[in-house]
C-alpha cells in the first residue's frame, strides 16, 4: 500500500471487498483464473513484465500492460491465450450480428489496441501530459 499512489489507493480502498491479498502470490492460483492485475510504479511493473517474460508462458497467455507516466503508475494485466478486449468485442458483435464496420470503440491505453483495431470506429482517448 506504502507504494501506491493516491489515486490507485482510493481505488484500491473502494474496491477492497473485491480484492484478495494472498501471500506468496503461487497460493492464489487455486484455479484457472479469468485474469490477474498487478499495479504499481513504471519501475516495479517493468520488473513484473521481465519476470512473466522469462516463465516461457508466451504460448498458454496475454500479457497486456498500461502506462500512466505523469502518475508513475503501470498496470499488467495476465490472461488466457488469445483472450482480449479486442477478441471479446469481435466475439460480442458476431454474437449479436453486427458487421464490424457498425462497432465503436474507445479505449485510452495499450490494452486496448486490439479493441480499436477491430472496431470500424476506433476512437483513442489517451491522457495527456
Given at each position: 500500500?506504502?507504494?501506491?499512489s ?21 497460493d ?44 508513475d ?10 483472450c ?32 480499436l ?5 476506433p ?7
Amino acid at each position: 500500500m506504502n507504494e501506491l499512489s493516491a489515486s490507485i489507493q482510493r481505488w484500491l480502498e473502494k474496491n477492497l471487498q473485491f480484492i484478495d491479498f494472498v501471500i506468496p502470490i503461487e497460493d492464489s492460483l487455486t484455479r484457472d483464473p479469468v485474469q490477474a492485475m498487478f499495479c504499481g510504479s513504471i519501475p516495479r511493473m517493468q520488473e513484473a513484465l521481465a519476470t512473466l517474460a522469462a516463465s516461457n508462458l508466451d504460448e498458454d497467455i496475454t500479457v497486456l500492460r498500461t502506462e500512466y507516466e505523469a502518475r508513475d503508475l503501470s498496470m499488467v494485466d495476465v490472461l488466457n491465450q488469445g483472450c482480449s478486449k479486442g477478441h471479446a468485442l469481435e466475439r460480442w458483435a458476431g454474437h449479436r450480428g453486427i458487421p464490424r464496420e457498425e462497432v465503436m470503440a474507445i479505449g485510452d491505453n495499450y490494452n486496448d489496441i486490439e479493441m480499436l483495431a477491430f472496431a470500424g470506429v476506433p476512437v483513442y482517448h489517451g491522457e495527456r501530459g
